[in-house]
């Protein structure tokens, strides 16, 4: 495959995004976006935590092990991404933006 400067693939492949994208879809229901970090709130060590919402921006309730196995995929598929920070993932579009960018809302 051919290589930009930058040192990324011309033609990245995103089918692996894209399979993932769909398989939540069909194990959450409803869900916009899932926000997925290492820093769960109620625990002291690195832990893995998710958080979903609709496309109103409300939390849905989900089970434990749903939130642990989703998170658990998004984080193989993106392995380059910074997991120092949380990261939304897009479900509509399979992308993985940076909280940080779209922090508003998140906190509330």
């Known amino acids: 495959m051919l290589v930009m400067p930058s040192g990324t ?3 990245p492949d995103t ?3 894209v399979r993932l994208a769909a398989q ?3 194990m959450i229901p409803g869900a916009a976006t899932i ?3 290492l820093t769960d709130p109620k625990r002291k060590w690195p832990h893995l935590h998710a ?5 109103a921006g409300k939390t849905m309730e989900m ?3 749903t939130l642990r196995v989703a998170a658990r995929w998004i984080l193989r ?8 920070r949380p990261q939304p ?3 509509a579009d399979a992308t993985l933006t940076r909280s940080d960018l779209i922090a508003a809302g998140w906190g509330r």
Do not use: F, Y
């Open 89 to 91: 993932l897009r479900i």
């Open 51 to 55: 958080i979903v919402r609709d496309e």
């Open 35 to 37: 926000r997925v970090s």
């Open 63 to 65: 089970g434990r092990p």
């Open 24 to 26: 939540l879809a069909d």
């Open 15 to 17: 089918s692996r995004q």
């Open 77 to 84: 598929v993106w392995p380059e991404a910074d997991w120092t």
């Open 9 to 11: 693939p011309a033609c």
